[in-house]
Each structure stands twice: as C-alpha cells, then as structure tokens.
C-alpha cells in the first residue's frame, strides 16, 4: 500500500511542480519517447517474440510502426490542439473574451493488456504526455517480457517521477486502484473493467475503457469472396486470433458457407504456408490457461477447417468452425483466438436482428458490392466502430476516435482524441471591470421591462 | 425490481427506432418549447413555493435559458447529427471515413432541486436531439415543481419514449439497479459517487454534475462597486442555492473593509432596506437546509445580515468577516445566501489555498489588472472560470459547462449536450477493389513489404527536412 501511495505520491508532486505545462517539455518527453522506440528496437521486438511468440516484420508494423507514428502526429500538432479554442459568443458577450482552455487533468493511471503489449501501453502514454499530466503506467503481467522492458526502458528516457512504472499483477493492481487518480484508461475485458470502474467511483475518476465482445462479420452473398475472406482471414488469425477488434465470428446465407471455408482455406495457404506450425508468421496463444479455454471451444463442433493443437506449445492451428449454433459456447463469450464460427443467417435482417440481440460490440464488420446493404448494416446496428469490406483497418486511421460502447466499453483515444481524453476543458469568460451599466437589467429590483 | 417493467417498454420503443428520425427529435423538442410557453405561469408559481424564487430568477433560468438551448438545438440539429468526415491517411484516399452520430439507448437524467426545471430540461434537450429514449427522475424536496414535471410533461412528449419517475431516495436507489445506456446526474458529489458505483456494474457512462466550494479571490486593484454589485448578484441569486455561486471571498484585509459598505449598498440596491419583505429575494428550500445554514452563521463575525426566520425559511443576505478555514462556513458547500470574506495577505497565497482544496466547479477573480486575472486562471484548476463577474460563464453555450475532479465529470451546454448523449462511432468503408495495395500487409512477412508499410503508413513530421 505503502510503496503505491509513495509512487503516485511522487507523480502528482511532480505534476503540481508544473513542469508538465510548457509543451516544449511535453515534446521533449515525447522526442524522448520517439528515441527510445528506435534505438530499443531489437529489444522491443524479442520481448514481444517472447511474449507472444510474435516475428520481425510483423511485430514492428503492428506494435513500432503505428507509436512512431503516433509520436510524429503529436509532436507536430501538439501546438494546435493545445491552443486555447475562441468560441462563438451572444450579445452580452460581445465584448469579452471566451474560450475553452485545454489542460491537464493531474496524475491519469494506464492500464496496458497482454495481447499488443507495447502499443496498448504506448499510445495512450503518448496522448496523456501530450495534454500535460503525469502518468502512472500499469503494463499486464500477462506479457512479462514486455512488462519488464518497460519498467526498465521509460526511467531511462523520460522523467523518473512523472512516468513510474508500476509490475505486478493482480494484486498490486487492485492495491493500485486505491490511490486516487484523475482519469483512468484501462484495456481489458468486461468484468475487470466494471471492477475498474467501480474504484474509479469511489473518487470520482473519470473512466476510458477499451473492452472487448464479440465482433460479428457479416458476409453478404453479393460480395467478392475471394478480397473478403483474404482480408478476414488476415485479420483474424493475425496474432493468433488474440485482438480485440478482430472478426469474432462470422454471419452468412447457408449457401455461401462452402465457399467461404474454401477461400479461406487458400488464404491460409498463402499466409503460412503448407506447414502453419513451422510458419515463423504465425504466433502461439499467450498462456496454457488461454490455451485451454480456446481449445475447449471446439468441443461438439463442426471443424471445417484446422484444429490441431498442441499444448507444449500453446500452437492452436487458424480453425474455422461450420453451422455453429448461436447457443455454443463458443458463440457465449469472445474467443480471443485463431477459431472462427460461422453461423448462418438466411437475410440481413436476420443477421442485424442476430446482432442486435447481443451486447454492443467493440467492432462490426459488413461485406459486400451492395454499398446501400452496407450502409444499412451500419444504421440499423451499433458498435464502437465499423469497417466495411475489410476488418481492422478504421484501428488505423487517427481522425476516427477509436473505442467501444455498452459493454464493450466507454470513451475513445487515438490521435487528436487521445488528448481530448487527458485534457479538461476549462471554460473561460473574462470580462471588464467596466461597463457596469450593461450588467444593470439583470440585478434586483426585477420589473417587467427588465424582462 | 419496480421499474423493470418501465424500463423494458421504453427500451422496446428505442429498439422500433422511433427516435431516430430527425423529424421525430424535432417534433419533441417543438414540444418542450410548448411545455415552457403553456406552462410558464405554473413553473413560476411551483418554484416560488417550493423556495420562493422571485419570478425575474424563475423566468431566467428555468424559462429564457432553456428556450435559448432549444433554439441553439433546433437551429443546429440537422447539422450536428451528420456524419463528420474525417481526414484520411495516404492508404485511405479512396475510402469513406467518417464519425457517425449515434443516441445511446434509453437514458436516466436524475435533476436536484435548485433549478428544477432547468436541471432536467437541458440535459433532456441533448438527450431528445440525439435520439435517445429518456426517464427524468426530478427532486422530490422541490415537490411542487417535481409534481408539475410529473403532471403536465406527459401531455407533451411521447409517453411510449420519455417517462418521469417520481420519489426519494428509496425510489432512486431501485431505479439505479436498472440497466441504462447513460446516466446524466445533477447533485452532490456523495450522491454522484452512489450513482457512478451502480452505472459501473452495468458498464454505463456518466456525466456528474456535482459541486464544491468555489472560490472568488478580489485583488487589491478593482472597482470596489462593481465587484461588489456583481459578487453579491452571484451569491445571492437563489437564495445562495446555486452550484456556480460565488461560495466564499479571498481578499487582504484592506479589501475586506473597503468591500464592505460596497457589498451593503449593493445589497441595499437590490433588496432595498429590508430584503424579507422584496419579492426579489428567495427562501430556503427546506427546514433541514435552513437549520444547517443557520448552524454556520457561528463563523467569523456577522459584518452585514444574520437575521434569520424559520417559519418563513428566510436568510437574510448575509456578509461574515475575518472567516477562519477551520470555522463551518469552510467546511461544505455553503449554497445559502451567506459570503464568508476568508483574509489573505497576498494573491500568491490565495492562490494557494486554493489549490489546497478539492478543484472547484467555478472560480472567480476579480482585478482591474488583467495579468492578475490571468495568472488565477493559470495556476489554479476548476470546472469553468470567470474573470470579473459572478456565473455569467454558464450563460455561453457556446462554452462546455461541467466539473473536474471532485466538482464533476463530463461537460454540457450547446452542442456539447448533444455530444454527451452521443455515440460517436468511428466508420471506415473501404472499397472492395484494389486488392493489390494490401498486399504490403499479408503473410508472409518481409522485410520488403514492412518497407512498403512503413511508407504508406509513415506520419512524417514537418521540417525535418533540411536543405543541403
């Protein structure tokens, strides 16, 4: 209790010290940052090969590539977003001056997940930087590897007291959450987010929760099903099925079911060849506790495609799962891995009716020629965000604020949102001392004409 | 669960999609603007029994303001519910990227009593223009006008989309235990922390509009006049009982006796010499609010006021001087028509015991020096802040009204009701073709196509060129 009382005791010194308000001081922590990411490449990219058993290539596009590129986007707008906002004033205003000031809430808490390990921890440390807080970084200890290099890495480039990082797991997080903190973000699932957000309570925290669900995939008979199913098969066995965002399961007309397991099947032989196992493309399930709870999805069902598995090695082959039924249990709750369900719907409106009747997920994907079906897939559903005809990909637009909603979660990051989320908008009116003879209509005595 | 059945017949309405429509938004709105007109002598009179707010306040705030925030929405509806496009990066050029405008579901706005029309209506104008279903659950301890909320409002909106839940705190509580898609609270921050801790067992966002003790520090260089007019229009608005009211003064002891016979002329000016018997000057709400006022009154030294009378609920307007930080008065919120003057010998350590407390909802400074203005501004935190004037800030709807810290969470007024009920879903609709520009991202993985990546999706920064 102590040591957690002390480390965010030194954060929020060190933030009321006020260095964190020029933004040249921002930038130089963010340049800091930039530095570090490059010159600790390699030891990034083994932890994460650790980790998740995650190869070159790929770990720098999904886990460097977009923080640096975060990092420059920041950097370079910074100024312009933390400007104060003139706003559109009435009569009575006319000649004051009004406008909404950005500054930092105080000390904000980063609570990272396992399964992108850097960039979870990275993105929203770059925002929270950026609009002038402290921050207290929590990566999953789930990742180890990654957890201790950045316990190891961020004293070594940025300021010791206003970034600490604090391990450990379960534990010393909810010791964590005791401390009061003046906005939360946390990715995770559903049940620790409430658990988050009930601790948050307690001080009145404000809260972003990045959660999860099950993101439905709706494929259209209308569609080119060879782009569709490379574009689904890339993004759900990438990382091993283990990505918040990535098609959880799939909707479509019986008669199209065949076709799709085909292309997928070719999809899979032209990302990994004939041999997943030995592809150096192709991750591992992070722990044998998630192993086993992937694996025993597949009990009772049809498998069309994979489900070999091997447990010394966490290795679940990419599996697509045939005519599943909405009551299995691997239609209960996310899979976070490489099994894919197809369940068949006979109309779009079958599928919105099928999605609607479950919790807001965090993405929703629609495929198809017919721009009008998509458009309606998108009115008459809702999610945090959408992609259509391809998955993942509005992740990686920074305009597009990214978050969930219901229970796959609350409030929203990336790019300029990022900051807004660390920022409290203050509202100013500064007015002259003068003038008094306008203010006189609205004191006491009230009379009609005042009025 | 006695809302169970409520609560499931309002969500029905919302999954017909009903509300969507813009047509529908505006028609309910229309509506609300016919409640006010139809309704405004009877929203006078209940608010004049509940704590006898003289009807100049009552039409202010609870009519003029809120017509001026369904103007702003109706004026503006049609373009805030667009979808927003977005900029696109180099990959995206052919695709359409946009932020779609999404209602919740079915919303809980929970109103205090103060203000009790306008502390409902506002928020139910953003909740109604972005397409969301609603309860309104008012304050029982203004019961007339909670009965005139829970009479009249149904002639109005559509009952199948919109209800008024009314009772205490037993009643509230079992509401809580519903599911909602957003919650929207106006009212303490012990009550805000009840609130946020049974939205989190259901995942529900929140917008608390909580309180504090807000601070007005007056420099040494003013206009002692106006300060005083405009401090003493702000604290004893509603009896005191407003959450922006100036709470309690700073100023060196100089000011202190300078501010004095200002604050009594104003007061003077607005009441006239007995201000129980002005029909400009509000009462208390309730007995237990009454006596916990009166138990203040202890701090300090009564400089102007102090007469107090419980069967009418009347505080005088009422100065205390030479205030102490330990003294009651400086313990809570006051939200009473009494101005502690705290002394201080210096801006700088006003400024600090400020920051020694829980961030407040509004804060005020006061200076014929703009730089002395400025730098409150700068070092200290609060919700809103207004330089030279008392509440003024929350009239601009153009301005975000809302908390931080212990104060609140979450912001409205404006356009910035209308966002608070709102999804904002971030949309990507790619095109199908042009398969070979993905390629860069498929397995297996090169360090060619990460070249090729990096490239597309590259945020170079600006300048760093340099010429040779």
């Not at chain 1, 999610?383 to 979660?409: A, C, E, K, Q, Y």
């Not at chain 2, 809570?332 to 350590?349: R, Y």
Request: hydrophobic residues 40%; neutral net charge.
């Amino acid at each position: 209790m102590e040591r957690m009382q002390q480390i965010v005791g030194r954060a929020r010194a060190a933030f009321k010290s006020g260095r964190t308000r020029p933004l040249e001081f921002r930038i130089q922590q963010l340049k800091a940052l930039e530095r570090m990411v490059k010159e600790k490449e390699k030891e990034i990219l083994a932890a994460l090969k650790a980790d998740l058993n995650k190869f070159g290539p790929n770990a720098y596009s999904h886990e460097i590539l977009g923080v640096l590129g975060e990092l420059a986007l920041t950097m370079e707008k910074l100024p312009s977003w933390a400007a104060p906002q003139p706003v559109k004033k009435n009569l009575l205003t006319l000649r004051d001056e009004a406008y909404i000031n950005y500054e930092p809430l105080g000390v904000v808490l980063v609570i990272g997940a396992w399964n992108y390990p850097f960039v979870l921890v990275m993105q929203p440390l770059i925002g929270a930087i950026a609009a002038g807080n402290a921050v207290v970084v929590k990566p999953s200890e789930v990742s180890e590897n990654t957890a201790r290099l950045v316990a190891e890495l961020l004293p070594q480039y940025l300021d010791k007291d206003l970034y600490p990082v604090v391990t450990g797991g379960v534990p010393e997080t909810t010791e964590l959450l005791t401390q009061r903190f003046d906005h939360i973000l946390y990715t995770g699932n559903t049940a620790v987010g409430k658990i988050v957000m009930a601790a948050a309570a307690k001080h009145l925290t404000p809260v972003t929760l990045e959660l999860g669900g099950k993101s439905p995939c709706y494929i259209d008979k209308d569609c080119d099903l060879a782009v569709a199913c490379r574009r689904i098969t890339w993004g759900k066995y990438m990382n091993c099925g283990q990505t918040c965002i990535a098609p959880d399961y799939i909707l479509c007309d019986p008669s199209i079911q065949g076709k799709v397991v085909e292309n997928i099947k070719a999809t899979l032989k032209e990302f990994y060849g004939e041999d997943v196992k030995s592809s150096p493309d192709y991750e591992r399930i992070v722990n044998q506790r998630h192993f086993k709870r992937v694996k025993s999805l597949l009990e009772g069902q049809k498998i069309a495609l994979g489900g070999e598995t091997d447990e010394a090695s966490c290795f679940i082959a990419p599996t697509v799962l045939t005519d599943v039924s909405p009551e299995s249990k691997v239609m209960e709750e996310e899979i976070f891995g490489p099994v894919l369900p197809i369940v068949t719907v006979k109309s779009v409106e079958e599928a919105i009716e099928f999605i609607n009747g479950r919790e807001k997920p965090l993405a929703l994907y629609v495929f198809s020629n017919n721009k009008e079906l998509i458009k309606r897939v998108i009115s008459e559903t809702s999610s945090g965000g959408v992609t259509g005809n391809d998955v993942i990909m509005h992740f990686f637009l920074s305009t597009l604020p990214f978050g969930g909603v219901g229970h796959s979660g609350m409030g929203a990051y990336h790019g300029k949102h990022s900051f807004e989320t660390f920022s409290h908008r203050r509202s100013c009116l500064i007015k002259d001392l003068k003038m008094e003879s306008t203010n006189k209509m609205r004191y006491p005595p009230g009379s009609q004409k005042k009025v | 669960n006695p809302y169970a059945g409520l609560v499931s017949h309002l969500r029905a309405s919302w999954l017909s999609g009903k509300t969507r429509p813009m047509e529908y938004r505006r028609a309910q709105l229309e509506a609300l603007g016919r409640f006010l007109d139809d309704k405004k002598q009877e929203i006078l009179e209940a608010t004049e029994l509940d704590m006898g707010k003289p009807s100049f306040e009552a039409f202010f705030s609870e009519i003029l303001l809120c017509k001026n925030e369904l103007n702003v929405t109706l004026n503006n509806l049609c373009h805030w519910m667009k979808d927003e496009h977005v900029d696109k990066n180099l990959v995206m050029q052919l695709d359409s990227a946009f932020i779609r405008k999404e209602p919740y579901g079915v919303v809980l706005i929970i109103a205090p009593w103060n203000y009790p029309i306008h502390l409902f209506l506002v928020p139910l104008i953003g909740a109604i223009a972005a397409g969301n279903c609603a309860i309104i659950k008012p304050s029982e301890i203004s019961k007339n006008t909670e009965r005139l909320i829970a009479e009249t409002l149904s002639c109005y909106l559509d009952t199948d989309c919109f209800a008024v839940v009314t009772g205490g705190v037993p009643e509230t509580t079992r509401l809580l235990e519903n599911k909602f898609d957003y919650i929207f609270f106006t009212g303490s921050p012990r009550v805000g922390q009840i609130v946020m801790t049974a939205a989190a067992k259901h995942l529900t966002p929140v917008t608390l509009e909580l309180g504090g003790k807000n601070p007005c520090y007056v420099s040494d260089t003013c206009d002692v006049n106006n300060v005083a007019r405009r401090v003493a229009w702000g604290r004893f608005y509603n009896a005191g009982q407003t959450c922006i009211a100036p709470d309690y003064l700073l100023c060196t002891i100089e000011m202190q006796e300078k501010l004095m016979p200002a604050l009594r002329e104003a007061i003077n000016e607005f009441f006239g010499p007995n201000p129980r018997e002005s029909p400009d000057f509000g009462r208390i709400v309730s007995d237990k609010q009454f006596r916990r006022l009166r138990a203040l009154l202890s701090s300090g030294r009564v400089a102007l006021g102090g007469q107090t009378d419980e069967a009418e609920r009347y505080i005088a307007p009422t100065v205390l001087a030479d205030v102490q930080p330990s003294d009651p008065a400086m313990q809570e919120e006051i939200f009473g028509p009494i101005l502690p003057i705290v002394v201080i010998a210096n801006m700088d350590e006003a400024i600090d015991f400020i920051n020694a407390r829980p961030r407040p909802l509004a804060l005020y400074a006061f200076s014929c020096d703009s730089k002395i203005v400025n730098q409150v501004l700068e070092r200290t935190s609060s919700g809103g802040f207004c330089g030279n004037d008392t509440l003024m800030h929350v009239t601009l709807t153009s301005l975000p009204f809302g908390g931080i810290g212990n104060s609140g969470l979450g912001k409205y007024h404006g356009k910035f009701t209308f966002d608070t009920f709102t999804h904002h879903r971030g949309c990507l609709h790619r095109n199908m073709g042009l398969e070979a520009l993905n390629a860069p991202r498929y397995p297996p993985y090169t360090q060619q196509k990460l070249g090729l990546l990096t490239s597309a999706f590259e945020v170079k920064r600006r300048g760093t060129c340099t010429l040779l």
